[in-house]
């Protein structure tokens, strides 16, 4: 049975809202959200339960899997787009700022870095430690979502649950030796380490897929009923206050996130209406937010704890949360539709409206 978990809403807005504050602790030099980072690795755990549960094995085409690419494209697209947007024009007003007609060699760069933005093409290096897309740095997740969702689309049909378990088992294996390696789970931004933004996210979505196959089955109906709310709260306070090395990190990302993905849809559905709303902008505030911030550090902004600005980093993240709701109100709406009249029939078209289910 199809059906939509508002549960997951407030989960992947409690995320969204984590790795915000994430960024914006480079600004403030707050000690708070230095692994919120791993708030992307649980995106990725829902987005495999999610898709398995709206798609299964539906996908067994290429008329299919081209409208579920259409699909995708659809909803990620337009939040994406208008955060490059906004980047670039923030980004051209520091350096129109800088020196008033000078710089067009770096303005027609920044033109060609968000045309590859937007087509979520990055710049890879091995040396290099700068962003791998730019002006909207965030995107090498949905980079890394897009190839993990054109797998899906081509193997979906043919995973049941012991094939699940051998991808979760290879592929958590090559994700705990890169963490490893690295000494961090924090990698796939940049462009020596945007490559690797694929096994990361590989073990988290079969997890979640496996996950869904046993929902599915019932094999999860021994778990507890806990409130989902209190499920969200924990999860944010745990990337609050959370700091610890890459091996807890790891069991973190690989067991404590699967289980309680299985607890939240295993319990009942019902959340507070503020969950459900956070859920709606989670998405956009995901895509919009970090072009905001880099233009407050750009221009040299007072966004300090130490009391000698008190109000700025609040109101940066209100601007930030405004912008989100802008965008799921205005921009999206509109751009899905435009897409929409130009795109084949959804896969799920057969599903009833109040079943689907809404992805990432």
């Known amino acids: 049975m199809k059906r939509r978990f508002h549960s997951l809403d407030g989960l992947r807005g409690v995320c969204a809202l984590a790795i915000l504050f ?11 959200f ?3 980072y791993l708030s992307v690795d649980m995106f990725f755990l829902i987005s495999g339960f999610v898709l398995s549960q709206a798609y299964g094995t539906r996908l067994t085409s290429a008329r299919d899997r081209g409208a579920f690419a ?8 337009p939040s994406l787009w208008f955060g490059i ?16 007609g000078g710089h067009v060699h770096t303005l027609t760069i920044l033109a060609i870095l968000a045309v590859l933005n937007a087509l979520l093409i990055p710049i890879a290096g091995l040396f290099s430690q700068s962003d791998a897309f730019a ?27 012991r094939h699940l378990a051998v991808a ?17 789970l924090d990698f796939g931004a940049h462009q020596d380490s945007v490559l690797l933004s694929i096994p990361r996210a590989v073990p988290t979505f079969a997890t ?20 989902p709310s209190l499920i969200c709260i924990g999860w944010f306070v745990l990337m609050a206050l959370y700091s610890g090395p890459v091996w807890l990190d790891l069991m973190l990302v690989l067991l404590v996130s699967p289980v309680l993905l299985g607890l939240l849809v295993r319990g009942p559905d019902k959340i507070s209406e503020r969950f459900v709303w956070l859920g709606a902008v989670s998405y956009p505030l995901y895509a919009t937010h970090a072009v905001i911030l880099n233009f407050v550090l750009g221009a040299g902004l007072p966004v300090r704890l130490d009391g000698t600005a008190p109000w700025t980093l609040p109101l940066t993240i209100a601007f930030c949360i405004a912008v989100a709701e802008f965008v799921r ?5 509109g751009a899905r539709n435009a897409l929409a009249a130009r795109s084949p029939k959804p896969v799920y078209a057969e599903i009833p409206g109040d079943m689907r289910i809404r992805l990432f």
């Not at 997740?141 to 995973?159: C, H, I, K, Q, T």
């Not at 979760?168 to 961090?184: E, M, R």
């Open 22 to 32: 994430f960024h914006a602790r480079v600004l403030a030099g707050s000690p708070l």
């Open 34 to 36: 230095a692994h919120a």
């Open 70 to 77: 259409v699909t995708r494209i659809r909803r990620l697209a």
């Open 85 to 100: 947007v906004l980047g670039v024009v923030f980004q051209g007003a520091l350096v129109w700022l800088a020196r008033p």
């Open 135 to 161: 002006p909207n740095n965030v995107s090498w997740s949905l980079f890394a979502e897009m190839a993990v969702n054109a797998g899906f689309a081509f193997l979906s049909p043919l995973m049941n649950l």
């Open 168 to 184: 979760v088992f290879s592929s958590a294996l090559l994700f705990s030796l890169i963490g490893w390696q690295l000494g961090t």
């Open 208 to 227: 979640g897929m496996l996950v869904h196959k046993l929902w599915e089955s019932g094999k999860l109906e021994r778990l507890p009923r806990l409130p």
């Open 329 to 333: 109100r205005w921009i999206e709406p």
